[in-house]
C-alpha cells in the first residue's frame, strides 16, 4: 500500500520561508515522477513542482518559479519543497502525489496516490 504523509506546513509572513517534507512507503520515488500540488478555497488543485522520471529534472508553476525548489532524497523516499519569498497568493492546502500517469505533470487527474495535505497560511 502506498501512503504519502506530508509535514511542513504552518504559518508565516510574507516574505518568509517553510520546506515541506513528504514522506512515501510502499513505492519507490526513483520510479515514477513525483510532485507538490496545492489548492486554495474555492480554487482547483494546482501543479506546483514536479521531478521527472527517469532524468530527475525538475519543472515548475509560473507562479513560483524562482522561489519554490523541489527536491528528493531517494534513499530516504521523502520529496521536499523549499519555498521562499512567500507571498499571500502562496496559501493553500499542500499536497504531494506519487506514481504518475503520464501526460501533463500539472494535471491533478495524472498522479495515482496523494498524501493528506499540509496547511500553508501567509500573511
Known amino acids: 500500500q502506498v501512503q504519502l504523509v506530508e509535514s511542513g506546513g504552518g504559518s508565516v509572513q510574507a516574505g518568509g520561508s517553510l520546506r515541506l517534507a513528504c514522506e512515501v512507503s510502499g513505492f519507490p520515488i526513483d520510479r515514477s515522477c513525483v510532485g507538490w500540488f496545492r489548492q486554495a478555497p474555492g480554487k482547483e488543485r494546482e501543479g506546483v513542482a514536479v521531478?521527472?522520471?527517469?532524468?530527475?529534472?525538475?519543472n515548475y508553476a509560473d507562479s513560483v518559479k524562482g522561489r519554490f525548489t523541489i527536491s528528493k532524497d531517494n534513499a530516504k523516499n521523502t520529496l521536499y519543497l523549499q519555498m521562499n519569498s512567500l507571498k499571500p497568493e502562496d496559501t493553500a492546502i499542500y499536497y504531494c502525489a506519487a506514481r504518475f500517469r503520464g501526460g501533463t505533470w500539472y494535471d491533478a487527474k495524472k498522479f495515482y496516490d496523494w498524501g493528506q495535505g499540509t496547511q500553508v497560511t501567509v500573511s
Open positions: 521531478v521527472f522520471y527517469p532524468d530527475a529534472s525538475t
